[in-house]
């Protein structure tokens, strides 16, 4: 059985990548705001990798937890290579897949936690993230040497990095086990995390935000603007389950109707991800080549490609060319085909499947085929 509600909010944290990656920013203060557009994206898909862990965990519960474990950790391996080899090319994204498999990797441990035991695991994650990134960016804000930059590197990708923050990450994906424990598929518990969202949303505007303007903690707002995306991502997810999950059943079959595109994209989630990437590396070639504007050609400009640029009069029609490939592509495997390519690549790899996967056709319905009414739901005036 496959959760709707799961799959349309992956799609929608994919497409969210292809829009962020494709097209120039939208009218926002660039020195304002942006943060939440940029840090949602990626929440949202490592909030729902925690659900699927709550699902797989629960499926699992009869296994012995070293098996589930090592496939973990495959699959964590295999992601993070796979972001490895996207990131040998110029695309002009920052790739995250890197970031997700060591998220998975470092939240391993924290996985088997009794409930009160996780709980305190995703409190003490958030409090120590913030804490410790201030002083270690005071440290580093120093005269740069080789010592300093070989330390950079790898805290960049664990603690500093503007675009995805690892240590960051791990909370959410725990939050998204807990979740699952605590609400998934119950009514009471979605609207008490639709609240607890509002209240971290307002917490990081009105607390977090006026502290770093004070105190002039340049980095400080990565983590209040993480915190406002960790809400809204939690909100989405609250809103997703009651319009797939815990609906009347005639709210669900047009959610799964309308929604069919996300859940097309959100079915081959990783292969979609990969397809862009791949998409974007000849056109940031071309700019890096033919100079076009907003691009200067340098080690530190390949970190952000012309079409981002305000002024690029390319963006949108970058942005529709990649989501004309992408989303019919999703839209015709699935149903078609079935599984993903990439899906395919990692559950061969991670042996969770038989090498028999790698050829197998199982086309997936249409979304509404999926839905069907609740023991003792009315439908229409009957049963």
């Known amino acids: 059985m496959r959760y709707l509600s799961l799959d349309a909010l992956r799609g929608f944290a994919i497409l969210g990548m292809i829009v962020d990656h494709s097209a120039a920013y939208f009218p926002i203060d660039p020195g304002d705001d942006e943060g939440i557009f940029e840090v949602l994206d990626a929440r949202v898909f490592v909030l729902v990798m925690g659900l699927s862990a709550g699902i797989t965990l629960a499926r699992a519960a009869q296994r012995p937890r070293i098996a589930y474990v090592k496939t973990w950790l495959r699959r964590a391996v295999l992601i993070i290579l796979l972001g490895v080899l996207l990131s040998l090319h110029f695309s002009g994204v920052p790739v995250v897949l890197e970031n997700l498999g060591l998220t998975m990797v470092l939240a391993t441990p924290f996985l088997f936690l009794r409930t009160r035991w996780l709980v305190t695991a995703i409190v003490a994650w958030l409090v120590v993230g913030p804490i410790v990134r201030l002083p270690i960016e005071l440290l580093l804000a120093g005269p740069d040497s080789p010592a300093v930059w070989m330390a950079y590197s790898p805290l960049q990708l664990l603690l500093l990095s503007e675009d995805y923050l690892v240590l960051g990450y791990v909370p959410v994906l725990l939050l998204g086990v807990l979740l699952h424990r605590i609400q998934f598929g119950r009514l009471a518990p979605t609207f008490v995390m639709l609240g607890a969202g509002l209240v971290l949303a307002v917490i990081s505007l009105t607390v977090l935000r006026p502290l770093e303007t004070a105190a002039g903690w340049t980095g400080f707002w990565t983590w209040s603007a993480a915190g406002l995306a960790t809400a809204a991502a939690v909100g989405l997810w609250g809103v997703t389950t ?28 990783l292969s979609v991800y990969t397809l862009h990437v ?49 989303v019919p592509f999703a839209l015709i495997w699935n149903r078609t085909l079935g599984p993903g390519p990439v899906e395919r690549l990692l559950g061969v790899a991670s042996l969770r499947h ?6 197998v056709v199982a086309p997936v319905p249409p979304a509404s085929s999926t839905v069907e009414p609740r023991p003792g739901e009315v439908v229409s005036g009957g049963q």
Not at 284 to 289: E, R
Not at 300 to 305: A, I, K, N, V
Not at 307 to 314: A, G, I, N, V
């Open 242 to 269: 009651l319009a797939f999950d815990l609906a009347p059943f005639r709210v669900r079959l047009w959610a799964a109707k309308l929604g069919r595109p996300l859940i097309d994209i959100g079915m081959l989630s």
């Open 278 to 326: 791949l998409l974007l590396t000849p056109l940031w070639v071309a700019a890096l080549h033919f100079g076009w504007q907003g691009i200067e050609v340098g080690v530190s400009d390949r970190l952000y490609p012309l079409w981002r640029d305000w002024e690029s009069p390319y963006a949108w029609w970058i942005l529709i060319g990649v989501l004309v490939v992408c």
């Open 354 to 359: 038989p090498p028999s996967y790698l050829t």
